[in-house]
């Protein structure tokens, strides 16, 4: 398939970056993170404790090329990074195969920076990569509804299972979920319960978490203590491991509603703790907390108004 990049950024830039976004690449990063096939059922009483069992390393094959991805796009000039259209890099979206590279693309931005970058190089993260990575994710949000990459239908007709489909969807919103602006919180919200909404209509269930809808929209605590805890040992159906995630993605709602921001990302956007942060730090057992050799290196950079190129020890 020829591309066509409809973009002011500079030939060299772009044919860089054509080097580095493949479809492998995107398809392999899908298949990394959703090790399943998309064709079969899959057996839910041992999901959750594989997707969510600790082990968020990427294998080489796919960790390789996205951390050249995302040195390269690091070194990008920041005036050149807006201008670079990712959509330009996927078939159109209204081919077959755009809905599962469209999610490779969203992976590549969104979980690839978090499972690859350690220590000081996690200040990228808040830094370049999640405004990309929202900025992709705003794009497919404003497709057509026919066009959309993350619809039950689209996939269905490729023979798609709905377990599939389910953790396929999830990892579309969390862009938005890692956002700090109350509107795209709010769209979160939003998509979390168009999901909810179609997993009650697909398996004839209802999400047990409705009845303390309120409270999960409202607890700042939440999160911390969701994330420590895990999902409970009941979790064994599509529609249970569902609703658990769509419970994960809300109880991030409250802590924007609140702060405005989340206080364990003060550090690598070089912000002052508040009161209130500091009590939510103490009360939720230092969540988010970061070895403090690996913070006076961030807040050194901070202070000299430097960024250490990732991967520079």
């Known amino acids: 398939m020829q591309r066509t990049?409809?973009?002011?950024?500079?030939?060299?830039?772009?044919?860089?970056?054509?080097e580095l976004i493949t479809p492998s690449l995107l398809t392999g990063l899908v298949d990394a993170i959703i090790p399943y096939s998309p064709t079969d059922q899959i057996d839910f009483s041992t999901t959750p404790s594989k997707l969510l069992g600790g082990d968020t390393r990427l294998p080489p094959s796919v960790g390789i090329p996205a951390w050249e991805f995302l040195v390269a796009l690091s070194k990008l000039d920041s005036s050149e990074i807006p201008?670079?259209?990712?959509?330009?890099?996927?078939?159109?979206?209204?081919?077959?195969?755009f809905p599962k590279q469209a999610l490779g693309m969203q992976l590549l931005l969104d979980q690839a920076p978090r499972r690859l970058c350690k220590g000081a190089d996690r200040r990228w993260i808040k830094g370049l990569f999640d405004g990309v990575s929202i900025a992709f994710a705003k794009s497919l949000d404003s497709l057509p509804e026919g066009e959309s990459p993350y619809s039950w239908e689209r996939w269905e007709r490729t023979g798609t299972k709905f377990g599939y489909w389910v953790l396929a969807r999830t990892w579309f919103v969390t862009p938005f979920v890692h956002s700090e602006d109350f509107d795209l919180q709010k769209r979160a919200v939003e998509f979390t319960d168009q999901t909810r909404k179609k997993v009650e209509q697909i398996t004839g269930t209802m999400d047990p978490h409705r009845k303390k809808r309120d409270e999960i929209l409202s607890d700042?605590?939440?999160?911390?203590?969701?994330?420590?805890?895990?999902?409970?040992?009941?979790?064994?159906?599509?529609?249970?491991?569902?609703?658990?995630?769509?419970?994960?993605?809300?109880?991030?709602?409250?802590?924007?509603?609140?702060?405005?921001?989340?206080?364990?990302?003060?550090?690598?956007?070089?912000?002052?703790?508040?009161?209130?942060?500091l009590e939510w730090m103490e009360k939720t057992g230092g969540f988010g907390r970061v070895d403090e050799q690996v913070a006076e290196r961030v807040r050194k950079d901070i202070e000299m108004g430097v960024w250490t190129p990732l991967g520079l020890k």
């Open 5 to 18: 990049y409809v973009t002011q950024t500079d030939i060299a830039t772009m044919e860089k970056l054509t």
């Open 83 to 97: 201008k670079i259209n990712l959509l330009a890099f996927l078939p159109r979206p209204s081919e077959v195969d």
């Open 220 to 277: 700042f605590y939440a999160f911390p203590r969701v994330v420590r805890e895990g999902p409970a040992k009941d979790v064994t159906t599509v529609e249970g491991y569902a609703y658990w995630m769509c419970m994960v993605m809300d109880v991030h709602f409250p802590i924007i509603n609140r702060f405005k921001r989340y206080p364990y990302a003060n550090l690598w956007c070089g912000r002052q703790d508040t009161d209130e942060e």
